[in-house]
């Protein structure tokens, strides 16, 4: 079992539409949790941390957080063309700061 | 306030050389942690550092290896280079060392061995 799981997609919604994008962890000692953007060909940019169960919300992003199901997600409201990259989930466990990353899940957001 | 910065953007070795990659974090973070990300594979730890100590490794041999200057910049290091180096390597820091603190990456060097 991998230790951080993303469907790799590609997820493919219209413009407007809410994305949901989902990752499980295996680690239920893990701490921290974050969602990286990606473009093709480009480094990852943080979008969100979470580290408590329940919602968070910043903009048109919300991440959720459910602990007891080790379960991670991302939503993405109104969602525009310029959204369309690789979503990466990425978690820290608390042992030595490294992040644990998935594959990521390729998001298409079409007109 | 500038991000974190990589040199060079690119990098073409042959097999057996050796890499030196380097990293400058944004002001005020003192932790830097090296990943490498290799088509297919996804992103992969591979050093960190805090306060010019070598704190964790990731599962990669030990021809990979850096340093942290006393201004907090990095290098990493890629002895007797080998095909499957070939890889985006990212370098990200953040303002403390708990497993809450945000890593922010900067924009990579492309390492192409032939």
């Known amino acids: 079992q991998k230790e951080v799981e993303q469907n790799s997609g590609p997820l493919s919604v219209p413009e407007g539409a809410i994305a949901s994008l989902n990752c499980t962890y295996s680690d239920r000692g893990s701490q921290s949790f974050f969602w990286y953007r990606q473009y093709s060909g480009k480094s990852p940019e943080l979008i969100m941390s979470?580290?408590?169960?329940g919602d968070k919300e910043d903009g048109r992003f919300t991440a959720q957080l459910n602990k007891a199901s080790q379960y991670v997600s991302l939503l993405i409201r109104d969602s525009q063309p310029s959204d369309s990259a690789t979503y990466l989930c990425?978690?820290?466990?608390?042992?030595?700061?490294?992040?644990?990353f998935g594959t990521g899940t390729r998001l298409q957001v079409t007109l | 306030e500038a991000g974190v910065t990589q040199s060079p953007t690119h990098l073409i070795k042959t097999r057996g050389q050796q890499a030196t990659l380097r990293c400058s974090p944004i002001?005020?973070?003192?932790?830097v942690y090296w990943y490498q990300q290799a088509l297919g594979l996804g992103l992969q730890f591979l050093l960190w550092y805090d306060e010019g100590e070598e704190r964790n490794r990731g599962n990669f041999p030990p021809r990979f290896s850096g340093r942290q200057f006393p201004n907090y910049s990095s290098e990493l290091n890629v002895n007797a280079l080998e095909l499957e180096d070939s890889a985006l390597y990212l370098c990200?820091?953040?303002?403390?060392?708990?497993?809450?603190?945000?890593?922010?990456f900067g924009p990579g060097t492309r390492l192409t061995v032939t």
């Open positions: 990425a978690v820290n466990t608390g042992t030595a700061s490294k992040l644990t």
């Open positions: 990200a820091s953040s303002l403390g060392a708990g497993p809450g603190d945000e890593q922010y």
């Open positions: 002001s005020g973070h003192t932790s």
């Open positions: 979470i580290y408590s169960n």
